[in-house]
Each structure stands twice: as C-alpha cells, then as structure tokens.
C-alpha cells in the first residue's frame, strides 16, 4: 500500500471518466487544466458547478445530488464521520480512508471535502 494520502490526485478526471471512481470534485484554483478539461470531456456523463469554480464530476446523477446534501449537513456530523462518508462517496477504499485518518491532513485541512468550513 502506498503511503500516499490523496491516491487519486491528478488522475481524478481520468478515473471518473473510465467509471473507476465514482465522484470527483475539482478546484479551478488547484488545477485549472484538468478543471477545463472535466467541463468540456464527453467521457463526462454528469457535471455540475458545486461552487464558484468548483465543478463536481460523477458516474451518476445521484453521486452530486449525495454530496451537495453532506456538504450542507456538515455539521451533523463529526470531522471524523464526515470525512469517512466523504472518503467513500469519492471512491477510497477503506483501507486508503484509515490511512488518511491517521495523517495530520485529516485533522488540519481546510477543504470542505476534508471537513473544513463552507465559506
Ligand atoms: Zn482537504
């Protein structure tokens, strides 16, 4: 197993447009190439603007409807919890969510997906 805590950086895109990972969410900020790419792939079956330049990517329709309905229940939950549903929503393993319980980023991160505050 790899020590990576974020396996599918960068193939993202790929991974859900090979239906391999079910649900993406991708940052212009972060990635403003892949961000173009995943508005304009036609592997991409469903996409929607989550956020300003946050567009969500999935293999189905529900995956989106799922995980806008978590971000907006963030607080019913614990980070911990929040981040376990988040993992699998994304298509982690359990195995690779353990592992990304346990790194500093788990408990410092600020992203929504990792639990931090919508601003
Ligand atoms: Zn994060």
């Given at each position: 197993m790899s020590n990576c805590i974020a396996p599918h950086e960068h193939e993202e895109l790929?991974?859900?447009e090979e239906g391999i990972k079910p649900l993406a969410i991708i940052y212009h900020d972060k990635n403003p190439k892949m961000y173009r790419a995943a508005c304009s792939s036609s592997l991409i079956k469903h996409r929607k603007l989550v956020r300003a330049g946050v567009i969500a990517i999935a293999t189905k329709p529900q995956y989106i409807d799922i995980y806008m309905k978590l971000?907006?229940?963030?607080?019913?939950?614990?980070?911990?919890?929040?981040?376990v549903l988040m993992g699998g929503y994304l298509g982690y393993t359990s195995e690779e969510i353990i592992m990304y319980l346990t790194s500093n980023e788990s408990k410092t991160c600020t992203c929504i997906?990792?639990?931090?505050?919508?601003?």
């Amino acid at each position: 197993m790899s020590n990576c805590i974020a396996p599918h950086e960068h193939e993202e895109l790929m991974l859900v447009e090979e239906g391999i990972k079910p649900l993406a969410i991708i940052y212009h900020d972060k990635n403003p190439k892949m961000y173009r790419a995943a508005c304009s792939s036609s592997l991409i079956k469903h996409r929607k603007l989550v956020r300003a330049g946050v567009i969500a990517i999935a293999t189905k329709p529900q995956y989106i409807d799922i995980y806008m309905k978590l971000v907006k229940d963030r607080k019913l939950y614990t980070r911990t919890t929040f981040q376990v549903l988040m993992g699998g929503y994304l298509g982690y393993t359990s195995e690779e969510i353990i592992m990304y319980l346990t790194s500093n980023e788990s408990k410092t991160c600020t992203c929504i997906e990792c639990g931090g505050e919508l601003k």
